[in-house]
């Protein structure tokens, strides 16, 4: 499968989240404050770069995350309402680079650049000996 047959640059998907107490540092980490946890917000970013291309991949094919360069730029208390975006801005064979952003209710709390490469679910897991 060549990515730049069915992935379009502006694809794009955007995901919710109210910041429950699992996804904090201080869940975490002891002694941390109950606020977003950079990796928790990463994820989120992943998660809707996928979003935005999953229905375009041929059956049997998956994107991985292979790249995160994220900056979080404010804390989020429990509660608070996250929203994650993220756009489509490059797309070569088997690489699809993505322009992501995270929300809360009052401001950016993160920004940044995901890569997400192209696998063949059957070749993987042949190459790792997997059911």
């Given amino acids: ?67 995160v360069d994220i900056r979080h730029l404010a804390a989020t208390p429990v509660g608070a309402t996250v929203r994650t975006t993220a756009t489509v801005i490059e797309v070569e064979r088997r690489v699809i680079r993505f322009e992501v952003a995270a929300y809360d209710d009052k401001r950016k709390i993160g920004e940044g650049r995901h890569a997400r490469g192209l696998v063949s679910v059957a070749t993987f897991k042949e190459r790792f000996g997997l059911p």
Avoid: N, Q
Avoid at 6 to 18: D, F, N, P
Avoid at 30 to 49: C, G, K
């Fill in 1 to 67: 499968m060549d990515a730049r047959d069915v992935i379009k640059i502006g694809m794009s998907a955007e995901r919710t989240l109210v910041v429950p107490p699992e996804r904090t540092v201080g869940h975490f980490v002891p002694h941390m404050p109950m606020v977003y946890a950079t990796p928790m917000m990463i994820l989120e970013m992943e998660m809707a770069s996928g979003d935005a291309i999953k229905h375009c991949l041929e059956p049997g094919w998956v994107t991985v995350g292979t790249e």
